[in-house]
């Protein structure tokens, strides 16, 4: 189970995320939405500790994260925003070296290797060096290096990023097998409709602020709407998006 207390992160002063509070247990997929600049990949950040809350504090089965670092990356698969890779080695290399990293026997760094490739379409393209790759060839390869050494806990940052219709269908089923099995998912995306498909509950964050933590079910019957792209328009959107669309039709029209 992974657990935020309060936990807030300032800059300069500035809170970016503020008082966040909420449960992902293991074997739900837990959906983090908000628009643009509302504190998610901060707050997945600050998760996987790449950066220190300013207050409150992030469990993981009970324990802080900050108690032991090393222990906590150990259990941890994490998808970023931005597909920072050595762009320099192949596809195949990178994902040695990850394992290598993570310390896995070097038959099975070699095995899952292979099998992460072949099942991601990538296997033709493996001594490839990555700079060659399209966006959505290096995302399924931070997919494959966040799930390489089989973790507790996976967090995922806009993982649909740059996805063919097939990969994302692949991904959505693998977001929902993980869970099954036992494992905490956190992710965040703005595919509303995948979220909606996949996730056991949702967390809603506005503002650096969470405006809504529930099962989708529990929310659609409070909010009396039926789906979650109106659940978030009505929690998250401050405009009203169809007469932005009308003013720039009209605009575009003139």
């Known amino acids: 189970?992974?657990?935020?207390?309060?936990?807030?992160?300032?800059?300069?002063?500035?809170?970016?995320?503020?008082?966040?509070?909420?449960?992902?247990?293991?074997?739900?997929?837990?959906?983090?939405?908000?628009?643009?600049?509302?504190?998610?990949?901060?707050?997945?950040?600050?998760?996987?500790?790449?950066?220190?809350?300013?207050?409150?504090?992030?469990?993981?089965?009970?324990q802080p994260i900050g108690r032991d670092r090393i222990a906590h990356?150990?259990?941890l698969g994490y998808v970023p925003e931005e597909p920072h890779l050595y762009a320099h080695l192949t596809g195949s290399e990178y994902l040695e070296m990850v394992g290598q990293l993570r310390g896995m026997p070097e038959r099975a760094v070699a095995t899952k290797t292979t099998g992460f490739l072949r099942l991601l379409g990538l296997h033709a393209d493996r001594d490839v060096p990555i700079s060659s790759y399209s966006k959505g060839m290096r995302q399924?390869?931070?997919?494959a290096a966040a799930l390489l050494h089989n973790p507790d806990l996976v967090l995922l940052d806009e993982p649909f990023s740059g996805l063919d219709v097939n990969a994302a269908l692949v991904l959505r089923g693998l977001i929902r097998d993980l869970a099954a099995r036992g494992k905490v998912v956190l992710f965040s995306s703005h595919e509303l409709d995948t979220v909606e498909r996949v996730s056991s509950r949702v967390v809603?964050?506005?503002?650096?602020?969470?405006?809504?933590?529930d099962s989708i079910?529990?929310?659609?019957?409070?909010?009396?709407?039926?789906?979650?792209?109106?659940?978030?328009?009505?929690?998250?959107?401050e405009q009203d998006t169809e007469a932005v669309t009308r003013?720039?039709?009209?605009l575009i029209e003139s």
Do not use: C, D, W
């Open 140 to 143: 399924k390869i931070l997919l």
């Open 247 to 250: 003013e720039m039709v009209e």
């Open 217 to 237: 079910q529990q929310l659609r019957t409070l909010m009396s709407l039926p789906t979650l792209e109106g659940i978030f328009s009505q929690l998250a959107v």
């Open 73 to 75: 990356k150990q259990r």
């Open 1 to 62: 189970m992974l657990e935020l207390q309060n936990v807030t992160k300032r800059y300069t002063g500035i809170p970016v995320v503020s008082g966040v509070s909420f449960i992902a247990r293991a074997g739900e997929v837990t959906g983090y939405l908000g628009p643009n600049g509302s504190g998610k990949s901060t707050t997945l950040k600050m998760i996987t500790g790449l950066i220190e809350p300013s207050e409150g504090e992030i469990l993981f089965n009970g």
């Open 204 to 213: 809603i964050l506005h503002k650096g602020h969470v405006v809504s933590n």
